[in-house]
């Protein structure tokens, strides 16, 4: 059976940098789904990415910072997911986006397609701070029809294979995914 061509790719960026934390399960949750023409993939290395300073945001950039860029720039769009850290999003997250940000004329993220998705027992707003640090960016802000996934009702020790995970990811996926006008 041949596969559909691929004809939109959304890079997830977790803003959790531990290995077996729910965001980061809420990321394979979202590998794991099988949209027809649609990609998805994860990017790993926030933990490489140093805190953003304009003295080392140079022309060349550092080869984590390009390789970051690089990569969001050949990303039809992008799935951000962070876990709830003092009422906001993970720092890991942010330092991200902030680099992401920039060159202010050239940034990858400006006019990207970008929605996200919170994890905790609280959101504490943390899904209003992600979109406005969204809107600041540039970003095209993508409302994600669950944005706050409540680790009250979510399985944590399996939050990959839990319905309301898969819910909200699909969800999120197919808002970042509109169907190509000149296929329908």
């Known amino acids: 059976m041949s596969q559909a061509p691929v004809r939109h790719r959304t890079l997830v960026l977790s803003g959790s940098l531990r290995t ?20 998805v993939v ?31 720039a050949s990303a039809d769009s992008l799935l ?3 876990p709830v850290n003092n009422a906001s999003i993970s720092a890991a997250l942010k330092n ?25 027992y609280h959101s504490h707003g943390a899904e209003d701070h992600l979109e406005a640090i969204l809107h600041a960016t540039g970003a095209l802000s993508v409302p994600a029809p ?7 009702t979510v399985n944590g020790n399996q939050a990959a294979y839990d319905p309301r995970v898969i819910t909200a990811v699909t969800q999120a996926l197919a808002a970042l995914h509109l169907p190509d006008p000149a296929v329908a």
């Open 80 to 82: 951000v997911l962070s």
């Open 96 to 120: 991200a986006l902030d680099w992401l940000s920039r060159p202010r004329n050239d940034a990858p993220l400006a006019g990207k397609p970008v929605t996200g998705l919170v994890t905790g």
């Open 42 to 72: 994860l990017h790993t290395g926030l933990d490489q990415l140093p805190l953003y300073n304009e003295d080392l945001d140079t022309d060349p950039a550092l080869p984590v910072v390009a390789a970051l860029r690089a990569q969001v």
């Open 146 to 152: 669950i944005p706050v996934l409540n680790l009250r």
């Open 20 to 39: 077996g934390a729910v965001t980061t399960q809420v990321a394979h949750a979202a590998l794991a789904q099988e949209l027809t023409g649609h990609e």
